[in-house]
């Protein structure tokens, strides 16, 4: 389960058939795991698995590892997000998700940064701004296509015009930026299909 719903289709749905109608009354618990996330905010990411390891996300942004067999934890990484950072946004210090992609871990978080960490270590191997103010946070699951990490804004509560953003998966390097709303006018358009865009709006 290597990336947000399991596929880029996102079918949310497992093809394995190890477990069906006949045999699932014979599960039970075999371990358990603390995630011990932060107080103050919700856990809403579904966990990655790869190699036999569990990948996670908790509130204020907090990553960790564990061995999906044991339920023994690997490593956890706190980047330490100011709490007063986001006091005033609407949904709370969540995160819905991280990306796996070629050793490494991804995700976006609520100090408007994109981060890549090792996936054996959870050292940090990159760290890119990508919001222009503290009203636009990233909550949203990234996802890797290609090798370019894709990063979604969110910040809509405080009229903050949306954009999407890719990152090359190595470095962090910004490969392109695409705005799902035009902005002013007056200035010139990122792209064709905002200046269409930009037609049917009035008043």
């Known amino acids: 389960w290597l990336t947000y719903g399991r596929d880029y289709a996102e ?6 058939k190890q477990i069906d109608t006949t045999n699932v009354q014979r599960l039970g618990l075999a371990w358990s795991y603390d995630t011990e996330s932060p107080t103050g905010g919700r856990v809403e990411a579904t ?5 036999g390891t569990l990948y996670g996300i908790l509130a204020w942004d907090v990553m ?12 956890r990484w706190d980047p330490e ?20 992609y070629k050793g490494k871990v991804y995700a976006g978080l609520l100090d408007g940064t994109v981060v890549a960490l090792d996936q054996e270590t959870g050292k940090v191997l990159w760290r890119v701004k990508d919001t222009f103010n503290d009203d ?10 290609k090798g370019k990490v894709i990063v979604g804004s969110s910040g809509a509560e405080h ?3 949306g954009y999407f953003t890719a990152y090359d998966a190595d470095t962090g390097k910004r490969a392109w930026r695409f705005y799902t709303v035009p902005g002013d006018p007056s200035k010139p358009f990122e792209h064709s299909e905002l200046e269409a865009a930009a037609k049917t709006w009035t008043g």
């Open 11 to 16: 079918t949310h749905y497992s093809p394995l």
């Open 159 to 161: 009229a903050i015009r």
């Open 136 to 145: 636009t946070i990233l909550t949203a699951a990234v996802r890797v296509v």
């Open 47 to 51: 966990p990655l698995m790869s190699n």
């Open 81 to 100: 997000i100011p709490r007063e950072h986001i006091s005033t946004l609407c949904c709370g210090p969540v995160n819905r998700g991280v990306a796996l």
């Open 64 to 75: 960790f590892a564990v061995d999906a067999r044991t339920g023994k934890y690997k490593w």
